[in-house]
Structure formats: C-alpha cells, structure tokens
C-alpha cells in the first residue's frame, strides 16, 4: 500500500500535465478543500487515518459572501464589479480506512446556489452563457493518505497524493476544466485532548487567465488549534491559504501578489452527542477574509453533519 501511494505521488503530476485543457471561460472558484476524517478540522487535514475497514465521512454545508469581485482601473477611475455575491455549496468528504495507515479519500463538491452579476464587465459574458444561478458538481477529488509516523497521540507524519477530476463547469466558477493534482504533506502534535496540525501542499492547476486574474501552479497551507473542552465539545482555531508559484502570461511571478494569495481563519466547534465515542457529531464553523485575493470571501460560514465508524475517545487515546 505504501508503494502504491508512493507509485500515486508520481503519476498525478504527470496526468494533471498531460490532460488536455478543455475550452472555458472560467475556473474554480473557491479553493476550500473539506476533509472527511473525525480528526481534522473544518480545513486542516491531521496526519492520522482511520482504522483498515473502517469508514468516516462529513458533509459540509458552505456559505460564502462577495467570493469575487472585479477591480477596473481606468481614467474615469476604479470600478468594483461583484461577479459572484452568494455562494451556498457542499462538501461531502469521506475516508475509507485501506490498511491501518493508509485510507482512501474522496471529495464530492456541490454548487448549490449562487448569485451576482448576470452581465461580467464589458458584457465578455452574457446571461446566455453564463447563469450564475446554475448549480451542479464541481471538481470531484480522489485520492489516498497515509500516515507515516507516531501513533494516535503524540507527533505525527503523513502525506497525502489527490487526483482533481475536471466535473465541473468552467463557466459558473465550478471546475477548472482540466485534470489537476494535489500532493499534501501533514504534520500534527494530538495528547488526546489537545492537538495541533499543519498540511502543507502543491495544486497542479491550468493555466489560464480570467480578466488579470491568471491560476495556474499553487502553493497552499492550513494550521489549525484543536482542544476538547467537554466530553461532548471541541473547539478549534484554524487559518489557511495559498500563493501562486507559477508565472503569469507576461512573465511576472504570481507568488505573494494579492490576487494569487487568498487567506482564511475561522474558528469552530463540534459536538458529539453521545460523547467522544459518538458515531455522530456536529459542527459549526464562522471565517473572515482576511485579505481581498480572488475567492476569499468576506465571511463563511459552515453546518456541518460527521460520521465515524470507530469513534475512539481521548481517554483510550491516552492510554494506548
């Protein structure tokens, strides 16, 4: 199994290179990625994995404010055009543990709803051809994660190697209409009712442009403060981002330019019904942009719906 995430490592690049790119207009929008295991948070994806046989899984339910907005400079001076004003998607994550160390991902995105403005700047888009209102599946994710070092508690190592199937539509903000790749490396710290964790990551993505907005090669990170302040809560802090590493069309570098460095923090809380050894839980989750990048919205929000099926408490945690 480890040969054959290693084997993954390697091939993704090389596919997500390869693929031809699609005719579109368009790219994805919002670069949230949901992680499905009991562990994670809202965004940071732990080092650990779920036991060989078992299954978790967590369906999120998104809402983002103004995502997008247009900057025009001109002699008459600067135009601010809100592409896209509301977003409501979800998010179905899910894990199933392949052997004691490695488990198999999937990501399923949904575009719910969406509003903004029907006619782009300078009518490049019309509500012929592009209705925000349309939902469907974004890019769909397959993957695997290991979890290379340590044990339930103490430090932890993993990586993880995701394909990004081109699902969704280009058009209405919800694919990027190529195949991508994800490669992943996770750290973590977890005494059983504490924890700290850090993913750290490339996104092979096309490269294309979108007004002056051009995607392409990312950078991305998520670190995230995790404690259990109940049998049945736990609370987390978390801030995640992304920066651009390849080059525009006209050579300029895209790394640390506002526009190709969207930054996040939210702060959560989940609950567990029957306590820590609950199959069940909940959670809900608020964020703020912290910058004005492409994608990052003014604030989010999240309901989030988890199953596990192999809850372990944090007091047998400790004890193993």
Request: proline share 5%; aromatic share 10%; charged share 15%.
């Amino acid at each position: 199994m480890i040969r054959f995430l290693c084997i993954l490592s390697f091939v993704l690049p090389f596919l997500a290179v390869a693929s031809p790119s699609l005719a579109q207009d368009g790219f994805l929008l919002d670069r949230y990625m949901s992680p499905g295991s009991p562990d994670d948070g809202a965004v940071v994806q732990m080092p650990n994995t779920i036991p060989q046989g078992e299954v978790a899984a967590r369906l999120v339910f998104n809402y983002t404010h103004d995502p997008l907005l247009i900057v025009l400079r001109s002699d008459r001076g600067v135009e601010v055009d809100t592409i896209v004003s509301n977003r409501i998607s979800a998010h179905l994550a899910a894990s199933v543990g392949l052997h004691d160390r490695i488990s198999f991902v999937m990501e399923l995105p949904f575009t719910l709803w969406q509003t903004g403005e029907a006619t782009a700047p300078n009518r490049i888009f019309t509500p012929d051809t592009w209705d925000l209102r349309t939902g469907g599946v974004n890019d769909v994710v397959l993957g695997a994660q290991a979890h290379l070092v340590g044990g339930d508690t103490g430090f932890q190592l993993g990586v993880a190697a995701k394909l990004v199937l081109p699902t969704g539509r280009p058009i209405v903000l919800q694919g990027d209409g190529r195949v991508g790749a994800r490669l992943i490396g996770r750290v973590g710290y977890d005494s059983g009712s504490f924890a700290v964790g850090l993913h750290l990551g490339v996104a092979l993505r096309p490269e294309q442009t979108y007004f002056s907005y051009q995607t392409g090669t990312d950078a991305f990170f998520a670190l995230g403060v995790f404690g259990r302040v109940s049998e049945h809560v736990r609370l987390g802090g978390e801030i995640f981002g992304a920066t651009g590493l390849s080059k525009r069309a006209d050579g300029t570098s895209r790394f640390a330019t506002l526009d190709d460095s969207p930054l996040e923090g939210m702060v959560s809380g989940w609950f567990y019904p029957g306590g820590e050894d609950s199959m069940f839980y909940l959670g809900v989750t608020a964020g703020l942009g912290i910058n004005r990048a492409i994608g990052v919205p003014t604030i989010r929000g999240q309901l989030s719906l988890g199953f596990n099926s192999a809850p372990t408490s944090s007091q047998d945690r400790a004890s193993e």
